[in-house]
């Protein structure tokens, strides 16, 4: 649904169309500001990488392919390495929670679509460990060292963990 | 490393996306992506795998600060004009842009007169400008491009390299293998005539890699520094 509703939109957008951009813009900004501040925690940091976010958008519309999934998903990984570049720059070591963040109005969730609902239900059979690990480092943008240290256990086993999870989960999504 | 077996590939794309893969092997990855496309579609795949979990997490909505930036920098409107008149875009204000159509428009007129300051009075007019900015945002060369010439200026915050060159590359919007457009000048300025594939290939953005000096010798960028969105005029 919500790549249906997204899709018309990045066309445009590709075509130079500014009125579709804000309309892009006000779907999706809450949701992009929001994984930018889960990895980034600090709300300037979090705005730099949604505001780089969206002119990449603006600018890369047209090298957007439905192999790098969904628009939602292809906009999310454009903040996302946006966002794993600012940590590194800025050298953030993180402090995860994975409670929902306190910095700005919450906005209501969309209605997942199959793809999430699907990757959802993946990540639920995968063993506790690899699944914590996995969203230690992928909400929270931690490094293998830092998930080390969140969870206690040696950095053999915290890659392994996340090795085989990844694994699980690609077995799992390609059935 | 051999990264033409599959679990391979899956792996290290996996630990890509996931953001686990750091410092030097991930330079390298973000390299082996823009050449290889085998590795760059399966960090398509992992990216349709994994940035699901991106729509799970509670929405947020960022201050109007953030809209009005974009814009800014876009240059949609006037950075110096109020931003009180451009509201933030909501889901029932589809037509907001016609009030700051005209200050976008002076705001491209800037530009253009700037850029048209630049060039010589007889000079083919530029299509095209892209500044190559530093990781503080320093602009290192500014890039004009013209349907005859590419003419590139080295500004004085590039801190020139004894024993390194630094090379131009159109990288596609295709997922191809990047085009180098030449070495870049170190001081001053250099124009060369515009190559053809400025205007055959859709371009995704411009890059700019540290090699030995001559250039490439793989005829591949060695190592990715910066890269620049390419800009209509």
């Given amino acids: 649904m919500e790549h249906e509703e997204l899709f018309p939109l990045l066309c445009a957008i590709a075509d130079g169309k500014r009125d579709e951009f804000a309309e892009l813009y006000a779907k999706t900004s809450a949701q992009i500001y929001a994984v930018a501040l889960k990895m980034l925690k600090h709300k300037e940091l979090a705005e730099e990488a949604t505001q780089d976010a969206f002119i990449k958008v603006w600018h890369g519309a047209s090298s957007y392919q439905r192999s790098k999934g969904t628009v939602l998903t292809w906009m999310v990984s454009i903040v996302r390495y946006r966002a794993l570049d600012i940590m590194r720059y800025h050298n953030i070591r993180n402090e995860v929670t994975l409670e929902p963040e306190k910095d700005g109005p919450t906005t209501t969730i969309p209605v997942p679509s199959a793809e999430r609902k699907r990757l959802a239900e993946c990540i639920e059979e995968l063993d506790d460990q690899q699944r914590q690990a996995i969203h230690l480092a992928y909400y929270g943008g931690l490094s293998h060292h830092e998930v080390v240290q969140h969870l206690g256990s040696p950095l053999g086993t915290i890659k392994s963990w996340i090795r085989r999870g990844l694994q699980s989960l690609q077995r799992c999504l390609s059935l | ?233």
């Fill in chain 2, 1 to 233: 490393m051999n990264y033409h077996t599959e679990s391979l590939r899956n792996a290290l794309a996996a630990e890509y996306v996931l953001g686990t893969l750091r410092g030097g092997a991930r330079r390298r990855y973000q390299q082996l992506i823009m050449t290889n496309q085998s590795i760059a579609e399966t960090t398509w795949l992992w990216e349709q795998y994994l940035n699901g979990m991106g729509g799970d997490i509670t929405p947020v909505a960022p201050g109007e600060n953030v809209w009005e930036s974009i814009q800014e920098k876009l240059g949609f409107v006037n950075k110096n004009a109020s931003v009180s008149e451009f509201k933030a875009p909501s889901k029932h204000q589809s037509r907001f842009w016609r009030g700051p159509a005209l200050l976008a428009f002076a705001a491209s007129l800037l530009i253009a007169v700037v850029w048209t300051s630049l060039s010589p009075s007889l000079a083919p007019p530029v299509t095209h400008i892209a500044v190559v900015n530093d990781q503080k945002t320093n602009p290192l060369w500014l890039i004009e491009i013209s349907d005859q010439q590419l003419r590139v200026r080295a500004t004085d915050q590039l801190v020139a390299l004894a024993d390194k060159d630094f090379e131009l590359w159109i990288v596609p919007a295709n997922g191809n293998s990047p085009i180098s457009l030449g070495v870049l000048p170190k001081n001053g300025e250099l124009s060369v005539p515009a190559p053809d594939s400025l205007k055959s290939v859709p371009i995704n953005v411009l890059a700019v890699s540290l090699e030995p000096l001559g250039g490439s010798p793989t005829g591949q960028p060695t190592e990715v520094l910066y890269t620049s969105n390419l800009i209509n005029v």
